[in-house]
């Protein structure tokens, strides 16, 4: 008796398959039995050659494609039984159709009703990776449909959903009758244990079409026990990483604000752009509303945010200038993109629109533009286009900065547009340049910027207005007592240099390298001295523009100069190989060669972009030390020094620079003061320069620190000191600290010195606990009032606490701050909860606690 396998008829066809590779002698025994009709029930060990039928048959899919839709069945013993019309197969059964894998002890398929049975260690393996464990499976031939008891199915991305029974439909959608789902790893020890989390449900019905899981009288449970009850929920699937729907609510309170609670809506609108709308109910100002559009397209992306309220209850902030109590309707406008333009061209921009400079403090909008640090805040908007190749650069770009305290005055910060830089490195080869060879660069800058108010602070100290006791200004608008940092009117400026340089080693190993530079500017200024700003039309001491004219002269001026110049840099660096390590000590010197003074028109004595002078060992053999084009160094002056490095063979390394610069010739320019008179306490504005020195020790990877300063060249005392230190002691303990000390320099509006301290530290208590915290420590307040001791000498500027727990499935946060609020004298303190449960969503609660006025040493105002 024989039976033809039918060809849609999958599991017939593998057995059929298999018997068309077992040994010839029992495919005779098989034949024979059947013909004589002796039993209803034939049983074949396939034990000896499992894996070779099992062989034979990967081998044949592999040499036909077609195989591969076809059922491939692995066991150890085939039981063919025409009475009940089944084939069971046993022991170590598997069983492949379509990228599924069913594995069992006992497998029964029923040819009459075309079911499939598995049970015995069963296990289902989906094509994605999902896992599925049950005591028994009962499925159609296809494994699409069915019913599973005890059900236990593991994601692909470790997501674990259980049931005692669940049904399976046109294997999309899976039903789990008393299901629950979790993204914790069951325990090893005690896979019995509940999890941290999850979600125990009536009914659990997870639709693969849809990408979403439904959830039914939803109970969310911690180690086991109930805390949540929703009766109905949905969610996408875990594997799903965007999805239309509720994001995870946001919750917060703030007195000025009461309390407030939003719901993001997200919409999937396609793969590459989305839109989300967060609606926020404020009790007591009213509807707060978010719109956010995103889009992504081949060659780059960029973002548009709008977020706007119509205030009901605009008295509870505070009234101009410390607060928008004036405003009604607020709000913010804020756009980020890049392009790609091709492998060498970008375009992009960051930039925000604001109704007042307190929105995003008042209504804590995050920001991603914003430049803060605990006592000045500010935000920039700019947009770029830069090309970049091996030898090139080039940077186009505008400016516009919007101040976010109350100490500050829109109308001083400019407008820069445009800003231009340009890069060009040219290597020379000798024997195409008569020998001359070296690198040439050429560097070309120009910007333009207007802004509606002079900037003005006073010399030997802080003088704020007497009306406010916010912004800076002088009883008496000269050179002498006052300092013009900022230009009330238009300012263009450009600049091109080229320069030349080539490295020679001689038969001693000494370095010589020669170097010469020129460089042109030109500039424009046109301040404005007719009109006079008000801040809020209340300042009873209006910022005169026109006294521009007693710092920077004439207006409405062309000028142009030119800086020539070369010298010669020497160094001769000596190297040993020790038992610690490697040594190279290297003295170093310099002669740069300039005018007194440029050639042709007086260099005018604006500086905008030249006020960051720090002199230290980064700059000690610079050609000019200013931070930007406005200003040049001038005369002739030697730099020297020596460095010192060893490098231990563990990895670590110690290194030790000092040096000195001394003015040769000519005119000291550090010595010839602006208009905001940068140059003068720079350690630079006397013939022989401060000293400066540098250590930077690390003796393996877990620890490193690094001293530097600058010292009086006869007393050694020191004027400015800074202290770096890290410590990654063990993959628990990390610290960080810094401490800077800057010696009073009135002349140019810093009267006490500078002194500050900062500390940072995370510590793993344990695998899943840790604690964080940083302190900023204001060490020189106790200075302000000119009276040493009005205030505590660790006075703490700046606080953050922190703590939490984190696993493979869980993240939950608490934090709290404390930071001096701008433009008042008083302490803004927030406590933060977050709770981020994988693949469910994140909730995060923020508390503003009341502002605390302090009274420790500061300056009334």
């Known amino acids: ?138 499925l159609t031939e296809d494994f699409r449909n069915g019913f599973v008891e005890s059900l236990r199915v593991t994601g692909s991305n470790r997501t674990y959903f259980s049931s005692p029974r669940a049904e399976r439909s046109e294997g999309e959608t899976t039903t789990f009758e008393n299901g629950t789902y979790t993204a914790c790893e069951p325990c090893k020890d005690n896979p019995d244990r509940p999890p941290l989390w999850q979600v125990r449900a009536k009914r659990i019905i997870h639709k693969n079409d849809e990408q979403m899981v439904y959830y039914e009288d939803a109970t969310l449970a911690f180690l086991g026990i109930p805390i949540a009850y929703v009766p109905f929920f949905s969610a996408p699937d875990p594997t799903v990483k965007r999805k239309s729907g509720l994001l995870a609510p946001r919750f917060l309170y703030k007195p000025q604000l009461g309390f407030g609670v939003g719901v993001p809506v997200f919409w999937d609108l396609a793969p590459n752009y989305d839109l989300t709308f967060t609606p926020t109910a404020l009790s007591r100002q009213g509807f707060l509303g978010e719109i956010e ?3 992504r397209l081949e060659n780059g992306s960029y973002f548009v945010r709008g977020t706007g309220i119509t205030q009901l209850n605009r008295d509870a902030f505070l009234s101009p200038p410390y607060g928008a109590g004036n405003h009604v309707v607020r709000g913010a406008v804020e756009s980020s993109g890049q392009f790609n333009l091709t492998d060498k061209w970008r375009f992009g921009w960051d930039g925000a629109i604001l109704s007042d400079k307190f929105f995003y403090s008042d209504y804590r909008q995050p920001n991603s533009f914003l430049t803060s640090s605990y006592f ?21 770009r505008g400016f516009y900065f919007q101040g976010l305290t109350s100490n500050d005055y829109q109308a001083q910060q400019p407008v820069v547009a445009p800003m231009v830089e ?19 660069l050429l560097n070309v800058n120009a910007m333009n910027q207007y802004a509606r108010a002079a900037n003005f602070a006073s010399v030997g100290g802080r003088q704020l207005d007497s009306l406010y006791g916010l912004y800076d200004v002088c009883s008496v608008y000269n050179r002498s007592d006052c300092l013009l940092r900022g230009i009330g009117g238009d300012y263009a400026r450009g600049t091109v240099e080229a320069s030349w340089k080539r490295k020679f080693i001689d038969p001693l190993g000494e370095v010589w390298t020669p170097f010469t530079f020129v460089r ?79 050639l042709g028109s007086q260099n005018t004595l604006v500086n905008i972009d030249s006020q960051s002078l720090v002199f230290d060992d980064t700059n000690l053999f610079d050609w000019s030390r200013y931070s930007g084009y406005d200003r040049f160094e001038t005369g ?66 877990m ?23 890290s410590a990654n002691l063990t993959n628990d303990l990390t610290a960080s600290l810094q401490y800077a000390s800057y010696e009073a320099q009135p002349l140019i509006g810093y009267e006490v010195r500078r002194q500050g301290l900062s500390l940072n530290g995370k510590y793993n208590v344990t695998k899943n606990y840790f604690v964080n915290g940083n302190v900023i420590f204001d060490l020189s307040r106790h200075y302000y009032n000119g009276i040493t001791g009005t205030a505590p000498l660790f006075s703490v500027a700046g606080l953050g606490l922190g703590g939490g727990y984190q696993d493979d499935c869980t993240t939950f946060t608490v934090n709290y701050t404390s930071v001096y609020e701008g433009g008042t004298v008083g302490r803004n303190q927030t406590i933060t909860f977050g709770l981020q449960l994988r693949t469910l969503g994140d909730a995060r609660i923020s508390s503003a606690l009341a502002n605390v006025p302090v009274s420790d040493g500061i300056k009334p105002q």
């Open 422 to 440: 340009y890069n060009r490195r040219f290597d020379v080869a000798p024997e195409r340049s008569f020998g001359i060879g070296g690198e040439v």
């Open 1 to 138: 008796m024989g039976r033809r396998a039918d060809p849609a008829d999958p599991l017939r066809a593998a057995f059929a398959r298999i018997g068309a590779a077992l040994p010839r002698a029992r495919v005779c025994l098989l034949l024979a039995a059947l013909l004589a009709g002796a039993t209803t029930t034939l049983t074949v060990s396939t034990s000896v050659s499992a894996q070779t039928v099992s062989d034979r048959i990967r081998s044949r899919s592999a040499e036909a494609p077609g195989e591969q839709s076809r059922m491939l069945v692995e066991a150890q013993e085939l039981v063919y039984n025409e009475k009940n019309n089944t084939v069971e197969a046993r022991g170590d059964v598997q069983i492949n159709y379509k990228g599924r894998l069913l594995e069992a002890d006992r497998v029964v398929y029923n040819r009459a009703t075309g079911r499939v049975y598995a049970e015995g260690h069963a296990r289902l393996t989906e094509a994605d990776g999902t896992i599925l464990n049950a005591d028994r499976f009962d």
């Open 520 to 598: 042109g500017s030109g500039s424009y200024l046109n301040y404005d001295t007719n009109r006079v700003y008000s801040i809020y039309n209340q300042f009873l001491q209006p910022l005169p523009n026109a006294a521009q004219a007693n710092f920077i002269g004439a207006d409405n001026v062309a000028r142009g100069q030119i800086f020539p110049g070369g010298g010669l840099e020497w160094r001769y660096p000596f190297f040993a190989n020790t038992a610690v390590g490697t040594m190279v000590v290297e003295p170093i010197a310099q002669v740069v060669v300039r005018p007194n003074g440029p």
């Open 703 to 725: 620890l490193s620190f690094t001293a530097k300063g600058r010292f009086d060249p006869f007393t050694f005392k020191p004027r400015r000191v800074d202290l770096v230190a």
């Open 376 to 396: 000045f805040r500010e935000q920039s908007s700019t947009a770029y286009l830069t090309g970049k190749s091996d030898h090139s650069y080039f940077d186009l």
């Open 636 to 701: 002739t002056r030697a730099n020297y020094g020596a460095q010192y490095t060893l490098n231990f063979r563990n990895g670590g390394y110690l290194n030790v620079m000092a040096g000195q610069s001394y003015q040769l010739a000519g005119t000291n320019s550090y010595a010839t003061p602006d208009a905001a008179n940068i140059g003068l306490s720079s350690g630079l504005d006397r013939r022989l320069s401060d000293f400066i020195g540098r250590i930077s020790y690390s003796p393996s990877s």
């Open 293 to 295: 559009w995103r889009h």
